[in-house]
């Protein structure tokens, strides 16, 4: 048999094998996902029999979930195809919410909800940026007038009787995996690897400013110095209208402007 022959037959052989891999379109286990999935049984169970643990799941009701559906729908609604039915929204949103609440593996969230591991890693950030694009007009504006700045003043001063505040502001570390060759750039005093993500809000718990992103290893302080809200205030840009107005917040943070 000479050369050509043979190399003809390894082809076909290697051709026949790749086809045998492609013909598992879904896993056995995965079909069962309408029947035995997390968010056909579990969370409908706990929907109709135990509301505070399906709060505690997916960290907010499911009148909240609804709505957040509703918000993001357009953004995220996927057609069914002649080969499988798509997704619906409510599932894409449930397995987000429960990545962002437990911090999850994809492989974990796979199991549990019975998706594929590569369409979850595809429906998270596209959920996380459909939230981020429909809720940010309405949810987390930065007030840009001094009407608006002196209806956070009052609501400070009648709510909390706190008066001149323009908000609360605090950080929180976010646990990462460290980047590779980052060192210890991300190294935070609690001695994990963070990035720091720090907010502003009005007296009704109303995000107001958010600031993401930083390197774990900056102090609060340096965090807000070098964020833009603070570049903001010091520049006079917000239209606050008198300087003893000032954030509320930890001791590392500035108390007037």
Not at 157 to 178: R, S, T, Y
């Amino acid at each position: 048999m000479n050369r050509r022959a043979v190399a003809a037959i390894v082809t076909i052989c290697v051709s026949i094998k790749m086809r045998k891999k492609r013909s598992i379109w879904v896993k056995d286990w995965i079909k069962r996902r309408a029947q035995l999935g997390a968010y056909n049984q579990l969370l409908t169970e706990l929907k109709n029999e135990d509301p505070e643990c399906f709060k505690n799941f997916l960290r907010m009701s499911h009148d909240d979930f609804q709505y957040l559906c509703n918000k993001i729908s357009p953004a995220i609604k996927k057609q069914d195809t002649n080969m499988r039915l798509a997704i619906n929204v409510e599932e894409r949103l449930a397995i987000t919410l429960r990545f962002l609440a437990s911090g999850d593996s994809y492989r974990s969230l796979s199991y549990l909800f019975r998706v594929p591991q590569q369409t979850i890693s595809k429906i998270i950030p596209e959920c996380c940026d459909a939230i981020y694009r429909c809720l940010k007009p309405d949810y987390m504006e930065v007030p840009s007038s001094e009407d608006c700045w002196e209806k956070i003043s009052e609501d400070f001063k009648n709510k909390w009787n706190f008066p001149n505040a323009l908000g609360a502001l605090d950080g929180k570390h976010v646990v990462i995996k460290a980047p590779q060759h980052s060192g210890s750039v991300y190294y935070n005093y609690k001695g994990t690897f963070s990035i720091v993500l720090m907010v502003l809000v009005d007296a009704n718990y109303k995000f107001i400013y958010t600031d993401i992103g930083c390197n774990g290893r900056i102090s609060d302080g340096g965090v807000f110095a070098n964020c833009s809200l603070s570049n903001a205030l010091s520049d006079g840009r917000l239209n606050i209208s008198a300087p003893s107005h000032f954030p509320v917040g930890p001791n590392m943070y500035p108390m007037s402007l």
